[in-house]
């Protein structure tokens, strides 16, 4: 499939486009057909395009047939209905009587910004249509070309509508709020893969979603009707919190490159590849994606409704006090500490300066290993490479790591995935057990300044302020 969108990018005719493309499992393409697809670009000499083409009618469920004047050619253009079977799909993963009882609930409130993407549809089908809520619970549901001139990236900084609602500022600190606050909040970016989870002023990160996600996911009939959760994955530049519950549940657990076809490889390692049967299976990143072996790509829905499965378990007796968004995690931290992070995103940088600083932090790794930087000695300086588990594949330049002796991270990369510009991430890990309750830019100051040292951007891109805190 060739899905054409602007993904979490702005939209519009001055704005993102682009192409993914998605194989036969329905997961994004491999690296090497990606690599070979690249290589047949730089051949091309010429192309033709269709200019009397007819207009399709894309609202409206059918088949077109159009065929070629002298006959020598035809093609059927089908629109599918990809709502409903979206919708039927979730329905056999979740409890929807339970969600039901607690949405039903007096003391429970949520609202769901689909940020103009094009999850507005199947936000109203499941939320209004399938569990009988007022239409007010959606937020920003009618689709834009251009995501009404917003930037349908579900974080603290673009999301700001829903973070206000929710009582927080975009570092995801409480302000003071006249009214009520809503008990869950959830955001979707432009195509509808990314989520964004908020409890009343309480930021869930991507990171410890995921965890909390994994910790309870035996409560979600799609996991325990299949003799439970058996593997979980997590891309590399996302925070070690899903480690801990892995090992304490005895799951099969996997560090991966940034990329869902990563996981797609370990979902299907035996329907595909006749290896170890790793399903059921959770995957997520630390950029607001997480999903399951249901589909072959991350699913906002799926990670809503994954949280809602998980809040109704969590309140069967709707006479006794809500456990809330904040008790869940909170409770989690105790169990299994708190994993401090932070990424910081440095959009629009010069791409020549950007690589010029990678290139550098990749040269000085055997140099830097064995160095002790302020309070933290580097017990391992890397650029992360991947093996592939499954068929074997390498992937080099994956991210450059910092790894302290006390666990500590620092990873530096250049997104892939953003519009104009090189866009730099640095992400920012400090694991505690018994400090669980310090804001996280006080837990991970010392640890950001030395970070800021050793990219030394300011240098190579002329800032040291981020675009993008989350």
Not at 167 to 185: A, E, Y
Not at 422 to 447: C, S
């Amino acid at each position: 499939a060739f899905i054409l969108t602007a993904s979490h990018n702005p939209g519009g005719p001055e704005e993102d486009f682009g192409i993914k493309y998605n194989t036969q499992n329905g997961g994004p393409a491999p690296e090497y057909l990606m690599e070979a697809t690249y290589a047949n670009t730089t051949s091309i000499k010429n192309y033709k395009i269709c200019s009397d083409f007819p207009e399709i009618d894309i609202a409206t469920p059918g088949c077109t047939s159009v065929a070629a004047e002298d006959g020598s050619s035809s093609v059927v253009v089908e629109v599918i209905p990809s709502t409903e079977s979206h919708v039927a799909l979730l329905k056999s993963i979740f409890d929807f009587g339970a969600i039901k009882s607690l949405l039903d609930r007096e003391d429970f409130s949520m609202i769901y910004d689909s940020m103009h993407g094009v999850n507005g549809p199947f936000s109203k089908a499941v939320f209004v249509d399938e569990l009988g809520q007022p239409e007010s619970v959606l937020m920003n549901h009618i689709p834009k070309d251009d995501f009404n001139g917003g930037h349908a990236d579900p974080n603290l900084t673009y999301a700001k509508e829903l973070v206000a609602i929710m009582g927080l500022d975009k570092k995801g600190n409480k302000i003071d709020v006249s009214g009520s606050v809503p008990s869950f909040g959830a955001a979707a970016d432009g195509d509808g893969d990314r989520n964004m989870i908020l409890g009343s002023q309480f930021f869930v990160t991507p990171s410890d979603s995921l965890a909390v996600l994994v910790a309870n996911a035996n409560c979600i009939p799609f996991f325990s009707t299949q003799g439970g959760l058996k593997a979980v994955a997590r891309s590399m530049p996302t925070s070690g919190a899903v480690d801990l519950v892995a090992k304490d549940l005895n799951l099969d657990f996997f560090e991966t490159p940034t990329g869902w076809k990563f996981f797609g490889n370990l979902m299907d390692s035996k329907c595909i590849f006749k290896g170890k049967d790793y399903t059921p299976f959770i995957c997520g990143e630390e950029s607001f994606g997480t999903g399951s072996d249901h589909v072959r790509e991350k699913d906002g829905i799926w990670a809503v409704l994954a949280w809602l499965n998980v809040l109704a378990a969590q309140n069967p007796d709707s006479s006794k006090a809500l456990v809330t968004v904040e008790d869940i995690v909170r409770k989690h931290w105790a169990t299994y500490g708190r994993n401090y992070y932070c990424r910081w995103d440095f959009e629009g940088m010069d791409a020549v300066g950007a690589n010029a600083m990678m290139d550098k932090m990749r040269a000085s790794t055997a140099a830097n290993t064995g160095r002790t930087v302020g309070s933290y000695t580097i017990a391992t300086a890397d650029d992360f490479k991947y093996v592939d588990p499954v068929d074997g594949s390498v992937a080099q330049k994956q991210g450059i790591r910092f790894l302290m002796s006390d666990g500590s991270r620092i990873i530096f990369r250049l997104s892939g995935t953003a519009g104009s510009g090189a866009t730099v991430r640095m992400y920012i890990e400090q694991y505690e057990t018994e400090k669980l309750g310090l804001a996280v830019a006080d837990a991970l100051k010392e640890l950001t300044t030395i970070a800021l040292s050793l990219c030394d951007i300011k240098t190579f891109c002329g800032t040291e302020t981020p675009t993008v805190i989350t």
